[in-house]
């Protein structure tokens, strides 16, 4: 039931300043779809995306410094992220932006080896402290409410030393960074989010070619989500002892879900969709969402049976204790989502190879289709009501729980006349807003991401998502609002979907 009590003490605080928001014109008109004046507008940014100064003012180095350093040649346009947006010497400045956009609440992140430079809690960095107390202070005079992210992929490489994520050990040195940042400013951070994509970072980085670029799927990566998820259970449960009371906050994580839909009808269609929505959400949903707990069924089920065939003594993906299910069952107040495409799904041949691999395990075909609009990313194609269905199968599978959209973003070429974006952001908040009203799913807020435009990991600054355009030839790295700042400016100051920008290409439902 505290779950219930604490779902009112996250609206109260989310959406705390929403009340000074417009209501006017609210409903004037009934073709105008309008979200409840409860409903939050945010958007979101990155540390190691956004903050350059990298070797500064005792910040340690994260894998992500150490990984774009060593190997320029696999970031897309070989740069990196040692001045990016030069957000750590720009608090005000961006500050500003985000009190021109009118919107509620601004998600960052917070830099591991920026706060703990070893990673580890006996060396706190002064100047990381100051930093982030002077971005929550600006916030707060602005009236625009903080949602934090403890991990958002930049590790301190002294911990990758040690194997980084796929060590369990890691999980304790994560509570006692975690401990550091609630001391430190659970006073003024009352929502806060302990990790961003595990699937990403877990997957991409243990798995693939991301920093610390483990190339070791079907192994690496699993340990990874293994240790971040009792890491996540491990931090709520200290969250919810000894801070909920005094700090009066709320703590989630945000897991990202792109939706899969079944390549036909057939039911081997369906079952391999299903599959791969375990294998990609259920990995971090269902242990932490579900009633039982613990990984999902077919996932366990498939790598074991494969470990088996492989020759392994024991399953690749590791078991949890008991008690470990139960402390992470259950360790929400709300779920952080993110969502941005679709893919369709088909059945896999059922061969694996010798080596591990996680496509193996899920054995699906997955595709997008090519009359699906394209953007500045390969993975990423605009399928709104990919969005709506998604949040329904959440609410099914997981008996409706609050959600806040963490992240929704397109990228597209540099330009300030976006109306691509524009159309995007409006057909994913009218299958956003079917969902809520016609479907009845439990969403508290939206997430734009980006911004602006910032470093995006192996694609370096090729792909932008951001509102503001970010001018990196300029000294001052200008940022100029699109056209999209000024739609979601509206939005987020009025609640509603302005009739005038509506574009019926793309199909919401
Ligand atoms: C910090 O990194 C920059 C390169 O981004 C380098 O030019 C500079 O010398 C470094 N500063 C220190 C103090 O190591
Ligand atoms: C994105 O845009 C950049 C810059 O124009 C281009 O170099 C890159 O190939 C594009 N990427 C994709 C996936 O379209
Ligand atoms: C850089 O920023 C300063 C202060 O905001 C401003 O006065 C100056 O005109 C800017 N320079 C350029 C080239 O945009």
């Not at 006017?24 to 100064?53: M, P, W, Y």
């Not at 320029?72 to 957000?87: I, L, T």
């Not at 610390?212 to 200290?238: K, Q």
């Amino acid at each position: 039931m505290y779950h219930y009590i604490y779902f009112h003490c996250l609206i109260h605080i989310i959406l705390i300043f929403r009340v000074q928001a417009t209501v006017k014109e609210r409903n004037e008109l009934d073709s105008k779809l309008c979200f409840h004046s409860s409903f939050a507008f945010g958007v979101a940014t990155a540390s190691f995306q956004i903050e350059g100064a990298w070797n500064v003012s005792g910040k340690g180095e994260s894998i992500w410094d150490r990984y774009t350093h060593e190997h320029p040649e696999r970031v897309f346009d070989h740069k990196n992220a040692d001045v990016a947006d030069g957000s750590y010497y720009k608090v005000k400045e961006d500050v500003q932006l985000l009190s021109q956009l009118g919107v509620n609440f601004y998600r960052f992140s917070i830099s591991w080896p920026r706060i703990l430079p070893d990673g580890l809690s006996n060396n706190v960095n002064e100047d990381g402290i100051r930093y982030y107390k002077e971005l929550i202070e600006e916030l707060r005079k602005n009236k625009i409410t903080p949602v934090a992210t403890m991990y958002h992929w930049d590790l301190p490489q002294s911990l990758q030393e040690l194997g980084g994520w796929t060590n369990p050990i890691i999980a304790d040195y994560f509570v006692d960074y975690a401990r550091v940042l609630l001391d430190n400013f659970g006073d003024t951070v009352k929502v806060w989010l302990t990790f961003n994509e595990p699937l990403t970072f877990c997957e991409n980085g243990y798995g693939g070619d991301d920093a610390p670029g483990g190339r070791s799927s079907g192994f690496e990566d699993y340990m990874c989500g293994h240790n971040v998820l009792r890491a996540h259970g491990m931090v709520y449960r200290m969250f919810d002892q000894k801070y909920r009371k005094i700090t009066k906050g709320v703590m989630g994580i945000t897991n990202v879900f792109p939706w899969i839909e079944p390549a036909t009808t057939s039911r081997e269609d369906q079952k391999a969709a299903d599959a791969a929505r375990q294998f990609m959400f259920g990995w971090y949903a269902n242990p932490i969402f579900s009633q039982q707990g613990d990984y999902p069924q077919v996932m366990r089920k498939a790598v074991d049976a494969n470990s088996k065939r492989q020759g392994f003594p024991r399953s690749r993906l590791p078991y949890f204790t008991a008690e470990e299910v139960e402390m992470i069952r259950g360790s929400f107040d709300f779920m952080g989502l993110n969502h941005y495409t679709t893919y369709l799904a088909a059945p896999g041949s059922g061969k694996i190879s010798t080596k591990p691999s996680y496509q193996d395990d899920i054995n699906a075909i997955i595709t997008q289709k090519d009359e699906w609009p394209k953007s500045n990313s390969t993975w990423l194609r605009v399928v709104p009501w990919g969005f709506r269905r998604c949040l329904n199968w959440i609410k099914n599978a997981y008996n409706n729980p609050k959600i806040l959209i963490t992240e929704n973003g397109v990228s597209f070429e540099a330009g300030l006349h976006d109306t691509k974006r524009v159309n995007y952001i409006d057909a994913y908040l009218r299958a956003l807003h079917a969902a809520i009203y016609k479907d009845g799913c439990h969403v508290l807020g939206y997430t734009y991401w980006s911004l602006m435009d910032n470093f995006e990991w192996m694609r370096g600054y090729s792909e932008r998502f951001g509102l503001y355009q970010v001018d990196y030839e300029s000294q001052n790295l200008t940022r100029t609002p699109r056209l999209s700042a000024k739609y979601f400016s509206n939005v987020a100051k009025t609640g509603c979907l302005p009739d005038d920008y509506t574009d019926y290409t793309y199909n919401t439902d």
